[in-house]
């Protein structure tokens, strides 16, 4: 569960070409809105990640008409859905113990009908689209639309061009100006994808890899990941008491993957699989293989199958890659298309939740905001709630205060300096400065993976830090970077004793905090949904291959990454956690963090918390083939290891219920949080009451959470045990039968 920073600052060109902006302004003068119609998206910018390809805009008009009716693009048009408040309810219903309909859960057809959109609103849009060249696909609740660019012109009075990503050459046709559709039409729609997104692709994490750090790290550092138990499936069933035969045999079970522009080796699989000494694993895969078709990684998804195939060991297995331009909100649309989607999936990528448009780099450019797209994509993830399914999302390997999509508006602690070594110094006076501009403000580098230090610095470049440096050189500033490229901040002067410089409307200077320069922790979306089961990570310590203790995972105790969790900024918390919640607040065994920082009645997270550190992986080592070995092993970190093989042990419960006439686990927060109120909760659960989430990978903020007994914001209700854990199912399942059949 990576957000990659491939670079320290990313300095673009300052100034576009007149020639460029006159021919911006000649495309747009042909797309006039008349009143009776309303915008629903506009771009007028590029991004850091992708270019508008210029020489298209210099074809005469009929070469451009030919380009653009060569391509096909496609959109989804989300229509209003009908009955939200019945569907909240039937979730919680079906996947509450206390309710006489736990488990009984409904078909596709059945959800579908019952959220469908009225009548009225399908024809409207139906009829709307009609005497346009366009190939429609109606599902349930949603229109998916094949046309080609210049139909989208037709459709929505706009401008079409094509865009190329910087690091790949993929190229895709997005609009140039505003897109709207008649007021008539509007009043019909949820939201419209796929028409102005350009997605950057920061929610692919790949997991740390423990190798390279162990080359060039320090002396302490080597030390600490050579004496760190080497976690294998092994360990895993041994450690949470999965017993060593336990296999999968129910036919009709399944456990799946997600994808986002990510492939796994086959030879990497395969490898892994006669390292461990079991037979390859039967995978499916769904979605375009992008080892042949785009630079995409392997990394993540090497993880993922090879530990949710070797603990959920012989069940079949779905593997869905999405290609780029994809993002959660299709993913959860794509499985409720299915007739039988798994029974578990485990997600593991993420982003800031108040951030989820920022992943394409400027919200107003899409028609939706970030709460309008949580909220659809929630509508998605109940829907597959109420059919059974289990989803399983990684809570980040950046802390509380999160990295990619925060702010950085949290005080660094200057104490913890470029810890994996490589700097010049090891030590600074203040590790952060802070560029404003007109309203965005870059808190670098704890805000390195912000929409704002991107903007801020691409349009400010370089002069303005040189001369802050400059106005400042008897406090020996300077950017250093450890052994993995992170970018530090040095001075040997105190924030407060840092001269500040303005230049061209911008002004630098020392970080101060301050509440309303953005929020202090940055809650990560899908996993702080109430409707997914949130995973984080924790670390064995261990006496050579004794472990000794299971603590939260932090960079702070050897880890290269440290364990999400907080605080969602404005989604619900989830009933049955809230006297979980408020046990943590009426006892708590640290500091907390200042109270306006967070709200203690939102959804709270993570639920569970699997070893995430010190992961044995294969992948492959071929350039031209990465599907085919030469194959080699790898240590590894991650949420992302810890949410895949949970995953594979929540695949066997649901083999052992499936094969005894039960009902499949379905969401499980609810059925969690009962065990948690029970006698059983530790007896189930290992109660994880050491770390704390104060740290991202690379650096650490003065403020964050600490684990204590119970749940807590960092470990969440702890580790659970397999085989207690599947003895207390099987017995609420046949007292739940036996109490409704009384009744």
Known sequence: YQRRVRESFHFLPMHTSLLFLVLLAASLSFCDQSSDRVVIASRDSETTHWKIEKAHLTLPRNQ???????????????????????LEQLFWDVSSPSSSSWGKFLSRKEVEELVAPSVESKTVVRNWLKPFKVRVVEKSDYFEVFCTPAVVEEIFKTRMAPFVKTDNGK???????????????????????????????????????????QKKATNNIQKKVQDDILVTPSVLRSYYQIPTGQKGS????????????????AGALQQFAQDQGFPTPNVTIHGPDCFSTDSCDQYESDLDIQYVTAIGFNIPTMFYNHAQGNWILGWAQEMNAMDKPAYIHSVSYGWSELAQCDIAQKCSALGYDSKQYVD???????KLGVRGVTILVSDGDDGAASLGGATGNCPMDANFYCKAGGCQHTYTKCPEFTIALNSLKCNWPMGIGSAACQQVINQTGQD?????????????????????????????????????????????????????????FAADFPTSSPYVTSVGASQFISNGN??????????????????????????????????????????????????FSFDPSKRAYPDVAFVGHNYKVFASQNQQNPSACPCASLPVDGTSASSPALAGMLSLINDALLSNGMSPLGYLNTLLYSIYSSDSYHTIFNDITEGDNFCTRVYCCQYGWTAQKGWDP????????????????VKAKL???????LN
């Open 464 to 520: 303005i830090i040189q001369q802050f440096f400059d106005s400042n050189s008897q406090c020996n500033l300077g950017i250093e970077q450890d052994v993995q490229k992170n970018a530090f901040f040095f001075s040997d002067c105190t924030c407060d004793q840092l001269k500040s410089v303005s230049s061209n409307g911008a002004t630098i200077s020392g970080f101060t905090y301050s509440p309303n320069n953005g929020p202090l």
């Open 64 to 86: 451009k008409i030919q380009a653009l009716s060569a391509q096909l693009v496609s959109f989804r048009i989300i229509l209003k859905r009908q009955n939200g408040d019945k």
């Open 171 to 213: 190229r895709v046709f997005r609009i140039w100006g505003d897109a709207s559709v008649p007021s008539n039409v509007f009043e019909h729609i949820e939201l419209i994808t796929g028409l102005s997104e350009l997605f950057s692709g920061n929610t692919k994490f790949t997991p740390q890899n423990l190798e390279k750090l």
């Open 546 to 595: 004794t472990i000794t203790k299971e603590v939260a995972c932090s960079v702070k105790t050897g880890a290269i990454i440290t364990t999400g969790g907080g605080f969602s900024s404005f989604q619900s918390q989830i009933p049955a956690q809230k006297q979980a919640v408020s046990d943590f607040f009426n006892h708590p065994a640290n500091p907390l963090p200042p109270s």
């Open 735 to 741: 007292e739940h039968k036996n109490t409704v059949s």
């Open 714 to 729: 960092v470990s969440g209700l702890g580790s659970p045990k397999f085989k207690p854990l599947l003895k207390y199912i």
């Open 376 to 382: 659809a994509t929630n509508v998605e993830l109940k």
């Open 250 to 265: 129910a036919a009709q079970n399944l456990q799946a993957i997600a994808a986002f522009d990510d492939y796994y080796s």
